[in-house]
């Protein structure tokens, strides 16, 4: 093994979750797969060939370096969609490509204009519109000079896309604030139809609005967390749960396992300290296994002393700093430790599980923000 540590990838928790998914919406629905922040750590380029094994062609990006990503991975000729940043030296080459992008300024439409008109091609936009999300999008204000330039222009835009993003969705707390989205967004659509303005989808659902506001799912929805087998929080997982089938009670399957191995083994006595300083005195003679993923690895400083991980089928604990290659384990009480054992830091072994919510859970971190942080650089790998 070259790297200190690897990360599996399952392709059966995969094809169940969209399962699941799609039985959330119905067959008439598009699902654009969200792969911003390298597919919630997941890998682009896995994910897409994963989505597009199991009938994906559609994938959503936060920026045009994800999109290009996307486009040399897809295999399909998927279509790809940035919901962010794209700076406006590329924008020629995302227009060329044929790559939909949001739009949701002026500024930008009229530079989709300039581009689209010079290379003889349809920019293809989805005109983003502020419900209240307060972020990025068209305010109602801007309606009449925004359908202006839109019909001025029709020869150049393809009206691909209305759309808007929910303010929380995953929390009952902005109950009321999502609704007024959902209003406000009706009466968008609404009056560009009125206006002669007819666009090819409209979405505005992520996973928490189409999993708790089924009113939300309209062409297309925009699912993120949901693929990768996470609850967008644990109240939705709630809000859902008792319209589950008793045999269908935990549809949505972790995709990521996260594995090592024991990279060598030490004992210490009593009363010795074990790594920097002082955090950890061993209470008794002790067997330290070192495993090589500390923070570097985004195993995070915070678990010093409080990190758990899997050895023979065992949670055992971390002790003392969380250094930047490497933990050492309290693997005192197994029996007969090697070198090159497997080490779980995330996933199961044998009749135990650490999942990602309890190992953020010590950590402050919510499901997005620890996989987003796994870094790039280790290797993933599928697993049937
Ligand atoms: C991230 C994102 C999504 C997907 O959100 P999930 O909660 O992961 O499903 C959908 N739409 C937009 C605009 C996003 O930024």
């Given at each position: 093994m070259l790297h200190t540590s690897y990360i599996e990838i399952s392709k059966s928790a995969y094809r169940q979750n969209l399962k699941f998914i799609r039985s959330q919406l119905g067959d008439q629905v598009m699902i654009s797969s969200v792969v911003k922040g390298n597919a919630y750590g997941h890998g682009i380029e896995n994910i897409v060939y994963l989505a597009e094994s199991n009938g994906i062609r559609h994938f959503s990006t936060f920026s045009a370096d994800e999109a290009k990503r996307v486009y040399e991975a897809s295999q399909r000729n998927s279509q790809i969609m940035i919901m962010g940043m794209v700076s406006d030296d590329v924008l020629p080459w995302v227009i060329e490509k044929g790559i939909g992008f949001y739009v949701f300024e002026f500024e930008r439409l009229y530079q989709a204009v300039r581009i689209a008109r010079k290379q003889g091609k349809e920019a293809r936009i989805h005109v983003e519109v502020e419900t209240g999300f307060h972020r990025t999008g068209f305010e109602w204000q801007e309606r009449d000079a925004l359908l202006r330039v839109l019909k001025e222009n029709e020869a150049y835009l393809d009206f691909r896309g209305l759309c808007t993003h929910y303010a929380g969705a995953e929390s009952v707390a902005n109950y009321v604030r999502v609704k007024d989205q959902i209003k406000k967004y009706a009466e968008y659509k609404a009056w560009f139809l009125s206006h002669g303005i007819r666009f090819k989808t409209y979405h505005t659902a992520c996973s928490a609005a189409s999993l708790s506001y089924p009113e939300t799912i309209m062409d297309m929805v925009r699912i993120g967390i949901a693929q990768y087998g996470f609850w967008p929080s644990q109240e939705t997982y709630m809000f859902k749960f008792k319209h589950l089938a008793d045999n269908m009670k935990n549809p949505l399957k972790r995709l990521i396992s996260w594995k090592s191995q024991i990279m060598s083994v030490k004992k210490v006595k009593m009363g010795d300290f074990i790594g920097y300083g002082n955090s950890y005195m061993a209470s008794r003679d002790m067997i330290i296994a070192l495993v090589p993923v500390g923070y570097c690895h985004g195993f995070s400083r915070n678990l010093s002393n409080l990190g758990k991980v899997l050895i023979h089928g065992k949670i055992l604990s971390v002790v003392g700093t969380v250094t930047m290659n490497a933990i050492s384990v309290d693997i005192t009480d197994l029996d007969n430790p090697q070198k090159g054992d497997e080490v779980v830091i995330i996933g199961r072994q044998k009749r135990n599980e650490i999942t990602v919510a309890s190992f953020g859970e010590s950590t402050q971190q919510v499901n997005y923000e620890l996989l987003t942080r796994?870094?790039?650089?280790?290797p993933r790998r599928f697993r049937s």
């Open positions: 796994l870094p790039q650089d280790i």
